[in-house]
């Protein structure tokens, strides 16, 4: 154990050294966290700015919600909404929530939207809510899923990730005759999918799955509101981690549902009362409020960063490949074009097969500006392999890492990588 803390120990004083060289903006992010242990992790343990503020204000989420009359609390009981807005009882639907999921709605073109605790729990919510026997999901899809729809037992019927439509009709066609009622099966799409960001023939799957009457479900949280709307191309229902480009900062964990007609918002809100899944602390509603206005900006930020680091890695002799599809050379370009138009901060590297996997993971540990963490979106940059568990899409040889690019000064990034990779 001595000896662990010593070597945590000398990486903290490895990389204050590394920041005390470089620019005023990468040391404002990254001096509060240098010493992750001090931190207890917390890429933002301080707030950011007006965020602070912000987080004074509002209801505190206490469980208890007061009626002047037992016929007030009655009616509040019977829908689930006090007068005063909010839940009738408990942190669901506080007035803070309220005001994101209209805010999100109307930038999605919406009926209304759901806020949960986390990106899976708005996945999770959404599929409990309609209770189908089978999913058609991508082969890419978000890992924490498929657990979630073991867990389940719900079957995965997987189609390719970077499908086109004449791949995914004789999929659906074959499950629709298996799952002939419309409850029973769920189309579900996640573009550019995780990890390795494919994308399927969006608008010839929806086109396929409203010809056969299934409800359509879409992760568009690579995209946020800012690169894609979902519903607007025909999607039933669109998911997003909002913990990722609308908080900004890793401290707003949270997921939100969009849906595009009333009856599927009603049975959504319905499961979410049930279940309690909406206990969003009040503090991260009024966070993520105020942060979803600068969403583009920092989004256009991080792909330019993004954009930059790629040319860094694809100039280098131990990388064979960049995955991202705004790079012209990938298959998945002109779709890109077509739905997106603009990249954000993810992308993966691949590593020269004969390279062994401890030289690549030493490279990582090397790093002094990119994390390892889960999740990404937030203002520091971060690094994680990928674990991709593929059953009909294959994946390329060789060492697989998923970068983000954060909101540093590229130039400090750019020098890390450098030194990083003299190891290599």
Known sequence: MEGKILEASIKCEARRAFLALCSPKTRLLHDPVADPYAVCGHPNPAGLGDAARFSQTGSWGQSSVLFPKLETYRTADKCGR??????????????????????????????????????????ATTVDAFSPQAVLIPDNVYG????????????????????????FRPLLLKARSEYPLREDLLVYIEAPGSGTFEIPDIDGMIAIAQNAKLRTVMDNTWASHVRFQPLEHGIDIAVQATTKYEGGYGDTPSGIVIAKHPQDLRIIAAELRATGNGA????????????????????????????????????????????????????YHERFLRY?????????????????????????????????AESWGGHLSLVLPV???????PLPDGYILRFHAGLEDCQDLLRDLNQAARIL
């Open 340 to 372: 997106f138009g603009q990249g954000n901060s993810l992308f993966s590297v691949v590593f020269r097969p004969d390279l062994p996997a401890k030289q690549v993971e030493a490279f990582v540990d090397a790093l002094n500006l990119f994390w390892v």
């Open 144 to 167: 924490p899923m498929l657990r979630f729809l073991n867990r389940r037992r719900i079957k995965q019927i997987r189609y390719p990730a970077g499908a086109s439509a004449d791949e």
């Open 387 to 393: 674990h991709a568990k593929r059953e009909v899409t």
């Open 82 to 123: 006090a007068p005063y807005g909010g839940a009738e009882y408990g942190v669901p639907l506080t007035p803070e929530a309220d005001a994101v999921c209209r805010k999100i709605a109307a930038l999605h073109k919406g009926h209304g939207a759901v806020i949960c605790p986390s990106g899976l729990a708005a996945i």
């Open 280 to 331: 969003v602390a009040p503090t991260t509603c009024s966070r993520l409020y105020h942060r979803i206005d600068s969403t583009e900006e920092r989004l256009n930020q991080h792909a330019g960063t993004a954009a930059r680091l790629i040319e860094w890695f694809l100039q280098q002799p131990f990388v064979t490949g960049v995955l991202s599809p705004t790079l012209a050379t990938s298959p």
